[in-house]
């Protein structure tokens, strides 16, 4: 419970001392390749030794520092850099922010359980103190990864690699990583053991000879495919269970997977036990326990199927059924073709990863015989991905299902737990059943089988059953009545969500890229938003010479996600809405051509600037002074406005995107208007409340940490 906490000297407690926007250097060492994220910088984990900096009268401060700092870069800067090299960098200083959004990505979360309490923004490397110490992993990766783009291109060759040695080795392009993890192929890319069964088992057919011979041939292979691999939880698990398996054969001894399986769990646990918060050691053990109980039963009910095709059906839905509840509670995804595609093209990826490792292997003695062994697989890999782009653009779309609770996801495997143990039961009463009638005649088999099948189906029909009311009635329940507005944490005009049961709409701002990522889609994910009804676009998205509307490549990021019934831009919003626009019971009434519009939702007037002109300023308050129209909420983005605006307008709140000047606040809190500032964490209203939807921007600089 206490654990992973920044030790006394971390570097994480000197940030507070540091003045502002001070440029620091570190000295440390890469603990890992440097990667491309989201935002096309590089980034990895700096080690850090040493901490300088200058205060404020201008003097040189060094400390002796220890911890991690994640740091991110100009990729022109980190050309040459690799896991193990020393050397001093310069940029500054942050702690990592908490999420002020619903769904939004938990940053701090996630580096506090690699051990990382800090991060820089880099700036430049002081080439003159580096060390080149990069080793014979390194270089090993470098040449099959050369091998495969040399044969291959891009991202053919980059995919095959990935494939080969998990894509946390190579720098794969988000997109294709997106499709394939959307596609519900993202083991193929994760090393794993799909992957370490499949060299395993290629190399030990290609080996052959005794039992002994294998076992020291596997017991190679397996480690130093680990070790390329980065030791990932999922690849320790994979490899230990192969190593079970090839010592079984030399003893003699057959493999009880689920106690070895347990076995291993147990070791890594004890080796680290911060592996059991490790999404990728939990979907590892979780999938693969799936295999061990599952496969066979689910393989019954398509009896009638021939046998190689009812084992390709079963293994996928084995998987998949044991990962989807955390899948859920993680992600709140779910890719209903994942397993038809895993059938189409499962057999294609075992292919091209057999054909990567034995390529890779190759390259490692000659470049040149790598890519010759990788370039029989082009023509194959480019099929298959066209294939793959083609069902991802027309049928790829995930659904989004509302967040679930961990009483939830608890009870769903609460269900597989007990129909395992309850088939399993039932299992040994039949084996005992059948040894005591082995001294009968011979009977007809088949409606024994038809029984078991029959008992199989009806397992499957109620624990889907009680799933699916177990995942979507407490939140039907939840959205059945309630109509919630939310006002989003964002920099710059106002970005209204308002849900009234099964309809949404989005006042949105389509010029700034990150708000669909890491703002827009995250909120959807949480409240399984997968259609908005009505999406207004108030202001230009644009410049004039652009295109508008849903030609806006952030609009079409969102509709790629989510289904947008109705698109409303600022040319069309004084034009196709005459006087005003009915959504469900929210009613949505522009003011003006400035983009300002007037919400009548929750039984209330929400006023939403766009435009803080004083000519359209102007027009709100003639408009007001001709009907009369009571004003319970302002949405603007914070900036100064008229005294007289708030004396006219008189709202009970009043909701800022930006930090209110102190002016501001005098005039809101002589007229005793509430004032909510969305940095501090989105704001979210219901009928009879206004409150934070999440998260606290001004602890974030604090330096106790806990999980």
Not at 94 to 121: C, E, H, M, R
Not at 272 to 293: D, E, H, K, R, Y
Request: hydrophobic letters at 45%; glycine letters at 8%; proline letters at 5%.
């Amino acid at each position: 419970m206490r654990q992973p906490l920044p030790a006394e000297n971390d570097i994480s407690h000197y940030i507070a001392t540091i003045p502002e926007y001070a440029e620091v250097q570190l000295w440390g060492t890469l603990q890992e390749r440097p990667q491309v994220n989201r935002a096309g910088k590089a980034r990895f984990r700096l080690a850090v030794e040493r901490l300088t900096w200058s205060d404020d009268r201008g003097g040189e401060q060094s400390q002796a520092v220890t911890g991690s700092v994640y740091t991110t870069m100009p990729l022109l800067q980190v050309t040459g850099l690799g896991n193990g090299d020393r050397a001093e960098i310069s940029g500054r200083l942050y702690l990592p922010s908490t999420p002020t959004n619903p769904g939004q990505f938990d940053f701090q979360q996630f580096l506090a359980k690699q051990g990382i309490w800090a991060g820089l923004v880099g700036e430049s490397v002081n080439w003159e103190t580096f060390e080149d110490r990069s080793s014979w992993l390194e270089v090993i990766r470098d040449r099959i990864v050369q091998a495969h783009v040399g044969a291959l291109g891009v991202p053919s060759g980059l995919l095959m690699s990935a494939m080969t040695m998990g894509r946390w080795s190579v720098d794969l392009p988000y997109d294709l990583r997106d499709r394939f993890t959307e596609l519900g192929l993202a083991h193929a890319l994760a090393a794993s053991g799909f992957h370490v069964g499949i060299v395993l088992n290629s190399v030990l057919k290609w080996a052959g000879g005794s039992p002994r011979f294998q076992f020291g041939v596997g017991s190679v292979t397996l480690v130093l495919y680990s070790a390329l691999a980065g030791f990932q939880p999922s690849v320790c698990r994979a490899a230990f269970m192969g190593w079970a398996g090839i010592l079984g054969g030399v003893v003699q001894r057959r493999v009880r997977s689920s106690g070895t399986l347990l076995a291993i769990a147990t070791l890594l646990l004890l080796w680290n036990p911060l592996l059991i918060q490790n999404l990728g050691f939990q979907l590892s053990f979780l999938a693969t326990f799936g295999l061990i109980v599952s496969t066979e039963p689910i393989a019954r009910l398509f009896s009638s199927l021939p046998l190689w095709l009812a084992q390709s059906l079963s293994v996928p839905i084995a998987a998949t059924l044991w990962t989807l509840p955390l899948q859920i509670y993680v992600f709140n995804v779910v890719s209903p073709i994942a397993i038809p595609v895993n059938l189409v093209v499962g057999e294609l990826l075992g292919l091209i990863t057999t054909v990567g490792f034995f390529s890779g292997v190759m390259a490692v003695v000659s470049p040149v015989m790598g890519s010759f062994l990788a370039r029989g697989l082009a023509y194959p890999i480019q099929w298959m991905l066209a294939g793959l782009t083609w069902i991802h653009d027309r049928l790829g779309r995930v659904w989004f299902v509302q967040q679930i609770e961990v009483w939830q996801m608890v009870a769903l495997y609460a269900v597989l737990f007990g129909l395992w143990l309850w088939r399993s039961s039932g299992v040994v009463d039949l084996e005992e059943k059948d040894r005591d009638d082995q001294a009968e005649p011979a009977k007809q088999t088949q409606p024994k089988q038809t029984g078991r099948s029959f008992g199989i189906l009806s397992c499957a029909i109620v624990g889907t059953t009680f799933s699916i009311l177990m995942i979507g009635l407490p939140g039907y329940l939840q959205q059945r009545d309630a109509v919630q507005v939310y006002v989003l944490d964002e920099a710059s005009e106002p970005v209204v969500v308002v849900r009234d049961r099964q309809e949404t709409v989005l006042v949105g701002n389509g010029v700034e890229p990150e708000t669909t990522t890491f703002t827009l889609l995250p909120l959807f994910r949480s409240l399984g938003i997968n259609a908005i009804a009505t999406a207004i676009e108030p202001t230009p998205t644009i410049d004039e010479m652009a295109l508008d509307g849903m030609n806006d490549p952030t609009w079409q990021a969102i509709a790629a996600q989510v289904d947008i019934v109705k698109f409303i831009d600022s040319a069309q919003l004084n034009v196709s809405v005459s006087s005003s626009l009915q959504v469900g019971s929210i009613t949505i009434e522009p003011l003006g051509n400035q983009g300002n519009l007037l919400l009548h939702v929750l039984d209330q007037n929400w006023l939403i600037l766009r435009d803080e002109s004083p000519g359209a300023i102007a027009t709100i308050t003639n408009y007001l002074d001709q009907t009369a129209i009571t004003i319970k909420t302002v949405c603007w983005s914070g900036t100064e406005l008229p005294v007289e605006f708030w004396l006219r307008v008189q709202p009970t709140a009043a909701i800022a995107t930006k930090p209110v000047s102190s002016n501001s606040k005098k005039s809101l809190n002589l007229n005793s208007i509430a004032l909510w500032e969305t940095h501090h964490g989105a704001i979210v209203a219901t009928s009879d409340t206004i409150q934070q939807a999440i998260g606290s921007a001004e602890n974030q600089r604090q330096t106790e940490w806990s999980l």
